[in-house]
Each structure stands twice: as structure tokens, then as C-alpha cells.
């Protein structure tokens, strides 16, 4: 596609259940990013992907968050029994390959836990 | 760990005036990459500025122009003829050039201009 892709736009949950948000990127970049974006604050690392494994996954906060990207092309990331302290913007990035210092980011998915 | 200050919370200028943001990083790599993100209420990251460590110059794109101090860690923003349109948070990151490419990102300023 033109841009990367990101659904759902805005999510609600509720504490306790289970949540996926899909991130479609740019045709043919091999690295992919999942960041989370906190309330007036900057974004944080959360997982790398260079193909299909994840390269880097040391910004995952716990176990209760997962991510997959079985193709090498769209990603999903996985939150098991949400918070509230999970409800921030989600934003997913991709790039056309290692040491570019490229990166294009989608609109983000906002997700509240209630 | 390389970490990224924005000191600055928020800002306000008239249109047409020349604005710049602050922002100061901690590193004990050689090289790598800065840049100025903006991002307007649509939540998207769009990329304003990149700066290359290993280059002297600093870069310029159209209104856009880094003061790049190396040896000072700074790496401010200058906004020329600001426009209506500049209006979002704009955040300073931090890249090593090598291995995964992780952005460390500041805090955020956000630049409101007024007509």
C-alpha cells in the first residue's frame, strides 16, 4: 500500500480481555516496528521485526504481550488480560531495510481499557 | 542507554515568526542518527529533519534547520517563516546506526502558532 496501515483506528475494552491490533506496512519493507505512546508522552520501543522473527523484543513490558508477523508483511500485536495501564496509541512503523535510518509510521491505533 | 531531552513543554509564536526547539541526547556512540518527528492530531509520526552524526553540516529542509553540537550532545530545531500548518508536537529522536534501528524518542514540545 501507500502508507502504513493500522486497525483498529481506536479500540475500547474493557480490564480483563483480550486485544489484537494489525499493522499492514509499506509494500516491501522488511523491518517492522510496534511502538507504544503513553499520554503526553514520546514514543517507546516495544518490538522489531526483520522478516518474520523478531530481532529485538526487549521493549515487550511482560508476558501478557505478544506479536507476530508470520509473513514477513502484516504484524499483529497481542495483549492478554488488558489494564488500564495499557490504554495509550499504539504505532506501528516500517522500513525498507537494516541501517537506513528510515522510518515511515502509520496513525497509530488508540486503545482504552476501562 | 542513550536518553533524549525535550526541555521544553510548550511553545507559542505568531505566524511568520522563526521558532526553535531544544533538544539535548546522552550517547557514548560514535554514530549515529537525529532526527525531528512531527506529529499533528492525526497521531501519524512525519518525519521533518534527519541528521547524520558523521556530517559536519548541519541539515536544511525548506524552512527547516538543525543546529547540530556534536561535542554539546544539542541538536535544536529552527522553524523559519512559521506557518499556520506547523501547529503539532514535535519530538526529537535518537538512532544508533548499527543493529535494530531503535528510535529513542524525547518527550515532546508542542509548538502552537498563532495567526
Known amino acids: 500500500g501507500a502508507g502504513v496501515s493500522q486497525t483498529p483506528s481506536n479500540k475500547v475494552t474493557e480490564k480483563g480481555k483480550y486485544v489484537e491490533l494489525r499493522c499492514d506496512p509499506i509494500s516491501g519493507h522488511t523491518a517492522l516496528y510496534w511502538y507504544r505512546q503513553s499520554l503526553g508522552q514520546g514514543p517507546e520501543f516495544l518490538i522489531y521485526f526483520q522478516g518474520t522473527g523478531a530481532a529485538d523484543d526487549s521493549g515487550l513490558p511482560n508476558d501478557r504481550f505478544f506479536a507476530v508477523r508470520p509473513e514477513g508483511s502484516v504484524s499483529t500485536l497481542k495483549i492478554q488480560r488488558t489494564e488500564r495501564g495499557d490504554s495509550a496509541v499504539y504505532l506501528c512503523?516500517?522500513?525498507?531495510?537494516?541501517?537506513?535510518?528510515?522510518?515511515?509510521f502509520g496513525e497509530g491505533s488508540r486503545l482504552t481499557v476501562l | 542507554a542513550q536518553t533524549v531531552t525535550q526541555s521544553q513543554p510548550e511553545m507559542s509564536v505568531q505566524e511568520a515568526e522563526t521558532v526553535t526547539l531544544s533538544c539535548t541526547y546522552d550517547t557514548s556512540e560514535n554514530n549515529y542518527y537525529l532526527f525531528w518527528y512531527k506529529q499533528p492530531p492525526s497521531r501519524q509520526m512525519i518525519l521533518v529533519i534527519r541528521q547524520e552524526a558523521y556530517k559536519q553540516q548541519n541539515a536544511t529542509e525548506n524552512r527547516f534547520s538543525v543546529n547540530f553540537q556534536k561535542a554539546a550532545k544539542s541538536f535544536s530545531l529552527k522553524i523559519s517563516d512559521s506557518q499556520l500548518g506547523d501547529t503539532a508536537m514535535y519530538f526529537c529522536a535518537f538512532m544508533i546506526i548499527q543493529g535494530a534501528q531503535k528510535l529513542v524518542f524525547g518527550q515532546g514540545t508542542r509548538l502552537t502558532i498563532n495567526p
Open positions: 512503523a516500517s522500513s525498507p531495510g537494516a541501517n537506513t535510518g528510515e522510518l515511515f
